[in-house]
């Protein structure tokens, strides 16, 4: 069974640059797995932000890119700001017809 | 404009049946792939279902699958979950997502609450 690796927590100061991860526990991921990613604040529903694992959904500002990093999908956030302060999520395409998304991390800005 | 909302949540029963609805506006439902994702409270999202906007054909979470069922009425340019032998594991809010090319989820709707409880 897949199962999809995001780190629980990270903190970035204003400014800085995070990188967030997406692994999976059974094999590298790849550009095949489409890796795509998502932001969510409490009580909304999730926005999309990168799919394809590198292009960036419409009205998605620059600070926001992807990447494959190694073994692992990558979201980094160049420049944080304050309402950067999210939930995100990353999810891949396993194998035909199945979608696995990452447990998400919480990230803070302070 | 796309915009999708979902309706049909509420208090059930273990063992008992609901059927959730996404109705869809700014786009024809046939034309795409459509999902269900849910999220249980204060937990991350979950993939359940999908329907492929050729064949139909669907496809399930192994959570979910023999109990849900996955179906549009094109007509009503609606999306459904019929969903049976509900759990309390099955509590979340369910979204759905409209699917694109490249395996991901480009629209959500805001969600309905189910809660699966005696």
């Known amino acids: 069974q897949s199962v999809v690796t995001q780190e629980p927590s990270f903190s970035v100061s204003p400014g800085g640059t995070v990188t967030l991860t997406c692994g999976l526990t059974?094999?590298?991921?790849?550009?095949?797995?489409?890796p795509s990613w998502y932001q969510q604040t409490p009580g909304q529903a999730p926005r999309t932000l990168i799919y394809g694992t590198n292009i960036r959904s419409s009205g998605v500002p620059d600070r926001f890119s992807g990447s494959i990093l190694g073994n692992k999908a990558a979201l980094t956030i160049t420049g944080a700001q304050a309402d950067d302060e999210s939930d995100y999520y990353c999810?891949?395409?396993?194998?035909?017809?199945?979608?696995?998304f990452g447990g998400g991390t919480k990230l803070t800005v302070l | 404009q796309v915009h999708l909302v979902e309706s049909g949540g509420g208090v059930v029963q273990p063992g008992k049946s609901l059927r959730l609805s996404c109705v869809a506006s700014?786009?024809?439902?046939?034309?795409?792939?459509m999902h269900w994702v849910r999220q249980a409270p204060g937990k991350g999202l979950e993939w359940v279902a999908l329907?492929?906007?050729?064949?139909?054909?669907?496809y399930f979470a192994d959570s979910v699958k023999g109990r849900f069922i996955i179906f549009r009425d094109s007509s009503e340019n609606t999306l459904y979950l019929q969903m049976n032998s509900l759990t309390p594991a099955d509590t979340a809010v369910y979204h759905c997502a409209r699917g694109r090319p490249f395996n991901y989820f480009d629209s959500w709707g805001q969600g309905t609450l189910v809660t699966v409880s005696s």
């Open positions: 059974s094999a590298s991921v790849t550009s095949s797995h489409s």
């Open positions: 999810v891949l395409y396993v194998k035909s017809g199945l979608w696995v």
């Open positions: 700014g786009f024809a439902l046939s034309d795409y792939s």
């Open positions: 329907i492929s906007y050729d064949r139909d054909n669907s």
